[in-house]
């Protein structure tokens, strides 16, 4: 069972790139989220997604964009990297709101220098 | 107030010992509560979750709510070395125009001595 997979694992960025983060999920949940995590920290939402094309934005949302066309697919674009953006970005999924456990990728590793 | 507050830590027990961890929350519309464990450079992963009032028992682990004090804790007996990890509070929250999202707490680090 594949879950949630993220491509890719590691990534460098120069300042100003742009990139993709991809996420997809083979169980049909409805939810789907991405997080920052920092170095020891916890989790910061990024955007969230209730269903195909339907997607919101979380706690620290600037700097990125989502698009959410399919119920497996949820790609975090991220637009003129910058240092401030070098984190570890976790994909997550789960079926419904309550009650419900949270599937989280491997996560992708993002220096941007 | 921040959404979901945890004692950063670290905590450190020995082994054979009880670890409380312990997280507060700030919606009273939250409906479902989540205790995640993070190994180093690994992805959460779910150890339990309670909704109701009380206490919620499996295997070493006890999660405890309290609605009214918007308060849950996490209780692991007999901890092993193995425990050693963050544990990751998280909750179900209302956000502006009836959307729930999930957020979670900094974490506490915890760690098991031999």
């Not at chain 1, 694992?9 to 996420?23: D, E, N, P």
């Not at chain 1, 497996?72 to 674009?77: G, S, T, V």
């Not at chain 2, 919620?56 to 990890?85: C, H, M, W």
């Amino acid at each position: 069972n594949a879950g949630v997979t993220q491509t890719p694992k590691f990534r460098i960025l120069k300042i100003g790139q742009s990139m993709t983060l991809q996420c997809t999920q083979d169980m049909n949940h409805n939810y789907m989220y991405w997080y920052r995590q920092d170095p020891g920290m916890g989790l910061k939402l990024i955007y969230y997604s209730v269903g195909a094309g339907i997607t919101d934005k979380g706690e620290v949302p600037n700097g990125y964009n989502v698009s959410r066309s399919t119920t497996e697919d949820f790609p975090l674009r991220l637009e003129l990297a910058a240092p401030s953006q070098t984190s570890v970005y976790f994909c997550a999924s789960s079926y419904s709101k309550v009650a419900s456990e949270a599937f989280f990728g491997q996560g992708t590793r993002l220096t941007v220098v | 107030q921040k959404e979901v507050e945890q004692n950063s830590g670290p905590l450190s027990v020995p082994e054979g010992a009880i670890a409380s961890l312990n997280c507060t929350y700030s919606d009273r519309g939250s409906q479902s509560f989540f205790w995640y464990r993070q190994y180093s450079g690994k992805s959460p992963e779910l150890i339990m979750f309670i909704y109701s009032n009380g206490d919620k028992e499996d295997g070493r682990f006890t999660a405890q709510l309290n609605k009214a004090s918007q308060y849950v804790s996490l209780l692991i007996r007999d901890s092993q070395p193995s425990d050693s990890a963050t544990y990751l509070c998280a909750v179900f929250t209302v956000i502006q125009g009836g959307s729930e999202k999930l957020v979670f707490g900094k974490g506490t680090k915890l760690t098991v001595n031999p």
